[in-house]
């Protein structure tokens, strides 16, 4: 209905259509909003009604290409910077979006390289049983030794991996080196430290993940016992089922199951009654206020009272005071992570920290 004279509607996709809209006397981003509005009218089905939104990239002649393919590739790159935007939202090509784009690029070709060229090293945070004061086992975190720009942290890199797909890899990688180091800490006469190590969404849901774990156990000789997996609630609420038979067969072998951030995500009481989990981790974001914000301690309170009903452990991220570590002692919390008791550390600097009491 919108289209006129010589103005161009087609589908080239699922949910991708592209408008070629010659000039009038309307403006084009007149033509643009009454476009959204259109798009945003409920459509009535079997007496609901549904919305829709439209995320949109816009491209002009001759300034943005002088060729419909060039056109195209300049309109869908502002597409995509829309949906990054919020979604429903406009976008117009810029020399600043194709520079924008040709970093990330090269990005991910370095990251690509750097797990073939091993860069990547793992620093290991403690986690305190909080009742005995004593070292109860430890996370892998992943780090980037650029050979230009230094140890780089996760925000560095780690958005860019989920991006670009390169998460998958990245994340086999750490798993590998996580289920090494645990067992020469093991083969060393250090008593068994547990590794937990984070799982993207990507990376869970990818069809090969069971065998991926089965390879890192094997290859290292690790007790499967030894090995948490933490996963974050979104990386299970697209598919219980799915999650469930994945779950189900490595815990099966001995691996345990660790919900991440817990109470940011989805929070679905049914993913507790479904999935073997073992443990659930309090996001900071709850801990920092602990003990005098009391909305926080109410949460917190909360969801050990949760935890218990459910026979699972829990683990407080972010704990840096010792009162909080005072407060999540008393609420029953059993084991407690963060700058309070040691930043993330080499492998050869756990040593020093394995006998030490908090």
């Known amino acids: 209905r919108l289209a006129t004279g010589h103005d161009i509607v087609a589908r080239i996709g699922g949910d991708e259509f592209v408008l070629v809209l010659h000039e009038n006397n309307e403006s084009f981003d007149e033509r643009l909003q009454?476009?959204?509005?259109?798009?945003a009218q409920p459509v009535i089905i079997q007496g609901m009604d549904f919305t829709v939104s439209c995320s949109i990239g816009v491209a002009y002649y001759p300034w943005h290409g002088l060729v419909a393919s060039d056109l195209f590739k300049a309109a869908d790159l502002a597409m995509y910077k829309a949906k990054e935007n919020g979604r429903n939202a406009v976008e117009t090509f810029s020399q600043e979006l194709l520079d924008s784009a040709r970093q990330k690029f090269l990005r991910a070709e370095e990251l690509r390289k750097a797990i073939q060229n091993d860069e990547f090293v793992l620093?290991?945070?403690?986690?305190?049983?909080?009742k005995t004061g004593l070292f109860s086992g430890v996370e892998a975190l992943v780090r980037w030794n650029h050979p230009l720009e230094g140890m780089l942290p996760p925000s560095e890199f780690i958005s860019l991996a989920e991006e670009t797909g390169v998460i998958v890899e990245l994340g086999e990688a750490v798993l590998r080196k996580a289920c090494h180091q645990a067992k020469k800490w093991s083969t060393n006469g250090h008593p068994r430290i547990p590794v937990?190590?984070?799982?993207?969404?990507?990376q869970f849901q990818n069809a090969g993940v069971i065998d991926h774990v089965k390879t890192a156990l094997n290859e290292s000789g690790l007790d499967p016992s030894l090995l948490e997996i933490e996963i974050t609630e979104s990386s299970v609420m697209r598919d219980i089922g799915s999650a469930a038979g994945v779950m189900k067969e490595l815990t099966e072998m001995g691996v345990t199951f660790a919900i991440d951030d817990f109470g940011t995500g989805y929070s679905c009481l049914n993913m507790l009654?479904?999935?073997p989990f073992s443990r659930l981790k309090i996001d900071r974001s709850f801990i920092t206020n602990t003990p005098d914000g009391e909305q926080d301690c109410a949460i917190v309170t909360a969801i050990l009272s949760l935890a218990r009903s459910f026979k699972l452990q829990v683990v407080a991220e972010g704990v840096e005071t010792i009162e909080q570590a005072r407060f999540l002692r008393l609420a029953g919390c059993e084991h407690g992570q963060g700058y309070f008791y040691s930043r993330p550390v080499c492998d050869r600097a756990i040593d020093a920290l394995l006998d030490k009491q908090y």
């Open 273 to 275: 009654k479904k999935l």
């Open 34 to 39: 009454r476009i959204r509005a259109a798009v």
């Open 196 to 202: 937990s190590v984070n799982m993207s969404p990507k």
């Open 123 to 130: 620093h290991f945070q403690p986690q305190i049983e909080l």
